[in-house]
């Protein structure tokens, strides 16, 4: 049986405090959060009902010019000049005193990521548990996502739809495993979006893929899709083709390339398509594609509950969709949260990396600090549930 | 307060030892020469708005504050491992390249030598031929 009062909070409280430091790709993210320490935790699987209060969510985002991506070095040049300033920021928001008294643990993102980034937040992560003689914990991003997801929609037991910049994965959980049911064969979805909008040259600010579902938003011809590939393929799917094929009918039109008969008229040389037309159609290409995989993985599972997770997962458009998947199926829901816990944060990284710590589980060794660009969903596991 | 020391260690290299220069101007900032945005973005319109914050100074004193002082020193030092490590790194490219070019002089050099021996330039075709040869001759 879970034991989630395993370790005592420091100093006799009756509560535990966790701060979360995330840095895996171009948002640095700094949260602390507060477990109360009911009796009811030592009692099963409660992982998903901590009655999490959220103390502070703060984070900064590294923003690149229209038409570029975030290389590894500037990201993580970004993540190391202002994690100082935004740890301080969180701390003073949530009230934190003597960070050697007040603080239980520290969780940091150990992967997967971007390595120059994640290397820049570990360090710190180190420096402050040196300094403060605050244990540690690594994080599993994709984990922290999860984790985060369960406690805000209070989902016990969902088929998880995982989609953010550099990762799609439909997951359920089994024997102390998130089992990844299907992913990406290549791309992940946000790369997909984010890719296309540097092709469309729409700025980066707040995000990609938000100026993207606007644009869709903003599309006057829902009622006739573009036609692009589809590739379902069993519990996996592949997006690279689809975004070569959009991106050379964007080139297209915007080179005024009137021998392409799909987007201009063969009479007048108008175009036929509009940018809002392209990006409506790719969402609603990629979204059908996810919905898909995710109904079989419910139907594998025998589940009923869908919880989406990750930066893709604030779009509206795709909640909607999943939703009307769901309604078709027997007492299906499907669960969602907002930007502020979706998009990568450093709250998620702590409640993690709380329950982790709360079962006796984190760092002996520096050694086991280090961080790591490829750590896949399935390796950790999740002693924290039945 | 002690100034940090470095040291860098390799199979070819016993021991490197880093540390801070006196009077030296790089070790008295916190923008480094090697820290900073990279080229790439810089062209493409950024503005950098990432910059280090400046050394804090004790008004008493009117002398940087100690941690301030650690931080312009850690970035003179992290100058210098920086610049080492990639002048380390040119070297290996350079030799790597030095041995792909070797190579690949030897090889042209081989091929000519063979067709001047009277070979077509297909060593595969050549040795079948040769096995070929070597069979009615038994």
């Known amino acids: ?137 690594g994080v599993n991003h994709c984990v922290g996502h999860i984790e985060m997801g369960r406690e805000i929609t209070k989902a016990e037991n969902p088929v998880v739809l995982y989609v953010s910049g550099g990762n799609t994965q439909v997951i359920a959980y089994s024997e102390n495993r998130y089992r990844i049911f299907g992913e990406t064969l290549d791309v992940a979805i946000g790369n997909c979006l984010d890719r296309f909008a540097r092709t469309l040259k729409i700025p980066n600010a707040p995000s990609p893929g938000y100026n993207i579902e606007q644009l869709a938003n903003n599309c006057k011809n829902k009622d006739r899709l573009i036609e692009l590939p589809y590739t379902v393929k069993g519990m996996d799917l592949s997006m690279s083709g689809i975004l070569a ?52 993985a419910m139907a594998h599972v025998n589940a009923s509950q869908v919880l989406i997770v990750g930066g893709v997962g604030s779009n509206t458009r795709l909640q909607e969709m999943m939703g009307q998947m769901c309604k078709d199926r027997a007492n299906g829901r499907v669960h969602a949260t907002d930007e502020r816990f979706c998009i990568d944060n450093g709250v998620m990284i702590a409640q993690a990396g709380l329950l982790q710590y709360r079962m006796g589980d984190y760092v002996k060794d520096f050694s086991e600090t280090v961080v790591t660009q490829k750590f896949r969903t399935d390796e950790v596991y999740v002693s924290w549930r039945d | 307060m002690t100034s940090p020391l470095a040291t860098y260690s390799s199979p070819d290299i016993t021991e490197k030892l880093f540390a801070v220069k006196e009077g030296n101007s790089r070790y008295s900032t916190t923008n480094g020469k090697t820290t900073g945005p990279s080229t790439y973005v810089l062209n493409a319109g950024q503005v950098d708005i990432d910059k280090p914050s400046d050394p804090r100074i004790n008004p008493a004193t009117q002398q940087p504050t100690t941690l301030s002082k650690l931080r312009m ?24 390249l030095k041995i792909q070019n070797t190579s690949e002089e030897k090889r042209i050099e081989n091929e000519i030598n063979e067709l001047l021996d009277g070979g077509d330039g297909d060593d595969d075709e050549d040795a079948e031929d040769q096995k070929e040869k070597n069979t009615n001759a038994k």
């Open chain 1, 245 to 296: 094929y959009i991106d050379s009918l964007a080139k297209d039109l915007f080179r005024g390339n009137k021998k392409n008969r799909l987007i201009f008229d063969r009479e007048t040389g108008e175009p036929k398509i509009t940018v809002e037309d392209l990006c409506y159609s790719l969402q609603e290409n990629l979204f059908a594609m996810l919905v898909e995989i995710t109904e079989r």
């Open chain 1, 1 to 137: 049986m879970v034991n989630l009062n395993t370790v005592k909070p420091r100093n006799g409280r009756n509560y535990y405090i966790a701060l979360g430091l995330e840095g895996s790709a171009n948002k640095l993210g700094v949260g602390v959060i507060k477990h109360p320490r009911l009796v009811s935790m030592s009692q099963g699987d409660n992982s998903h009902n901590c009655d999490v209060e959220i103390l502070s969510n703060i984070r900064d985002t590294y923003v690149t010019p229209p038409g570029e991506g975030f290389l590894p070095r500037d990201t993580a040049r970004h993540h190391r000049n202002w994690v100082i300033r935004i740890i301080k920021q969180a701390l003073e928001k949530a009230e934190i005193k003597d960070p050697r008294l007040d603080i239980d643990v520290i969780c940091f993102t150990r992967g997967p990521g971007m390595g120059a980034p994640l290397h820049s937040v570990a360090i710190a992560a180190r420096t402050c548990s040196l300094i403060w003689d605050v244990p540690l914990v």
């Open chain 2, 73 to 96: 020193e850690l970035t003179g030092m992290q100058d210098d491992i920086n610049e080492f490590l990639t002048q380390r790194m040119e070297v290996a490219k350079n030799k790597k």
